[in-house]
């Protein structure tokens, strides 16, 4: 009598191997991470030395200084993200299959957005710091530039999955091809358009935070600031700032997701 | 039929939809106008973007020691950060599952886990290099809160998913509550579980390469100070390995995702 197995043996040691090659890799890293015994020992006390230096939290600071960074961080992403979508939108029709026909414009369209994914929006904003000097300007260009990757790929695979139905009819008719993309593709886009641009604002308001630590504007810079000069009642402050701003433009973004979607 | 349905407009304007698009538009300018973004600061930067992309170019591979050194540590940190992530994430994710757990521990799970979400893994990672120096285990402690945040909320909204069927068929039985776990929910979650640390563990692979401008270990930081030396060539030999880095993360990981299908 042969007793039933789920997978096959050469499936079984391939799993097997793969479990083998994480819990190698993984001791590998532990073994050869440069940590100090000193620091892993010390650092629940300097934990909690540093909480207690945080408190309580200095409110006094917070207009008008962190106030107007706040206020910049905010346009930094929502302008960021308005401007990815002037590049994201013409990207992800050339890089759609369906909608572009050439097959080297679609490959282009595809590297152009891969490159924007692949560079962190903090490594955009160190670039556009070198070209634009420091400032909202970096900042603004950074988060764009790491959100066209993002958009364009989540438009353009919405753009593929289209019913090909209602293009083909309008075609028929004679219609343009503007005609075409805006009465055949965007009804049929606009539930993932809207979904994906009001996801990576929520995103671009978590990073444009960070991007003041390397001189790209926004509340990062009073960060940085307060940091270095250790006035940690001011940084426990511009923190409840940014999670506050964090938590409302979550709610704001899933309260407008149920009503345009 | 009267005159009206006849001559009913095929596409009639959408007057909420074109206020709107004002409305961004208005806002655009007032934002650039805040931000104090202009055409001649543009044009300087246009300029300046020539110059940079000169200067990086050809990429400088003369240091690849330590260019492989920053490598092998974000890796490192990358891995440790994962595995504790995932680890940390497994009870917090049964706890907040309101399937499970009684309702004020998975809501007060919930807000914990929902924390260690809102705040940037790069702000993390300066606090916990204030509080405990220097060097890889800083990278490590900030990652860590990440992808447990990540994993476990993901986690918890997969088991309260799951059919209770096959949870109620082994309660009957008798078992406890580990017995309940093991053979009831975790079969049903355990592919998803899987897919959400392979996701987490590509992210922190990318993360990993940034912690460092903080002070966090890693490549960052070789990166940052190539970029406050002007070395513009190494830096750009830098990127193009993290790029490398990443894109063959990718390919593994996505190897390593059809073994386990």
């Excluded at chain 1, 790929?153 to 091809?177: H, V, W, Y």
């Excluded at chain 1, 995103?203 to 000069?229: C, K, Q, Y």
């Amino acid at each position: 009598m042969r007793e039933w197995r789920r997978f096959t043996p050469m499936e079984r040691f391939t799993r097997w191997a793969a479990y083998f090659a994480l819990v190698i890799a993984l001791a590998w890293a532990v073994r050869n991470v440069e940590i100090i015994p000193e620091f892993l020992i010390d650092a629940p006390e300097q934990m909690l030395d540093l909480l207690a230096r945080m408190w309580p939290p200095d409110l006094g600071h917070y207009h008008p200084a962190v106030h107007h960074a706040l206020v910049e961080t905010l346009h930094i992403a929502s302008l960021g993200t308005l401007c990815a979508f002037i590049f994201a939108v013409p990207l992800a029709l050339l890089a759609a299959r369906n909608i572009c026909p050439y097959r080297g414009l679609n490959a282009f369209a595809q590297l152009l957005l891969v490159t924007s994914r692949s560079v962190n929006s903090l490594v955009w904003a160190l670039i556009f710091v070198a070209i634009f000097g420091p400032g909202a300007a970096a900042g603004t260009f950074a988060i764009a530039f790491r959100s066209i990757g993002f958009v364009g790929k989540l438009l353009a695979e919405a753009l593929e999955e289209i019913s090909p139905g209602p293009l083909e009819a309008l075609e028929a008719t004679g219609a343009p091809k503007t005609h075409v993309l805006l009465k055949g593709a965007w009804p049929q886009i606009a539930p993932a358009f809207f979904g994906v641009a009001l996801f990576r604002w929520d995103i671009n308001i978590r990073e444009s935070a960070v991007l003041g630590l390397v001189g790209a504007g926004g509340i990062g810079v009073v960060l940085d600031d307060a940091i270095n000069f250790f006035q940690w009642d001011r940084v426990a402050t511009i923190l409840l700032a940014i999670l506050v701003v964090v938590i409302l433009a979550e709610v704001l973004v899933t309260r407008l997701r149920a009503r345009l979607i | 039929m009267s005159a009206s349905t006849l001559h009913r407009r095929a596409f009639p304007p959408n007057w909420g939809a074109r206020a709107t698009g004002l409305g961004l538009v208005v806002y655009a300018i007032y934002a650039l106008a805040q931000l104090d973004i202009t055409w001649a600061r543009l044009r300087i930067g246009f300029g300046e973007a020539g110059r940079f992309i000169a200067r990086m170019w050809p990429p400088n591979f003369s240091r690849a020691e330590l260019l492989i050194e920053g490598l092998l540590e974000s890796l490192q940190i990358a891995v440790i950060a994962s595995a504790l992530g995932i680890l940390l994430a497994l009870p917090l994710g049964l706890m907040a599952a309101r399937n499970l757990a009684p309702w004020p521990l998975a809501v007060a799970t919930r807000g914990f886990v929902a924390f260690c979400r809102s705040l940037h893994y790069v702000i993390v990672a300066i606090l916990f290099v204030k509080a405990i120096g220097f060097g890889a285990l800083a990278g490590v402690a900030a990652l860590t809160i990440a992808s447990m945040g990540f994993i476990a909320k993901l986690f918890a909204e997969a088991i309260e998913e799951i059919s209770m069927k096959q949870v109620e068929a082994i309660r009957a039985t008798g078992a406890s509550f580990g017995a309940v776990l093991v053979y009831g929910v975790l079969p049903q979650v355990a592919s998803r579980f899987i897919g959400f640390s392979l996701y987490q563990l590509d992210s922190n692979l990318r993360n990993s390469t940034l912690v460092g401008i903080v002070g966090a270990g890693g490549i960052g930081g070789t990166l940052f100070a190539a970029f406050k030396r002007f070395d513009y060539d190494f830096v750009a030999a830098i990127l193009l390995t993290i790029i490398a880095l990443i894109f063959v993360a990718e390919l593994i990981s996505g190897w390593i995702r059809a073994l386990l299908r």
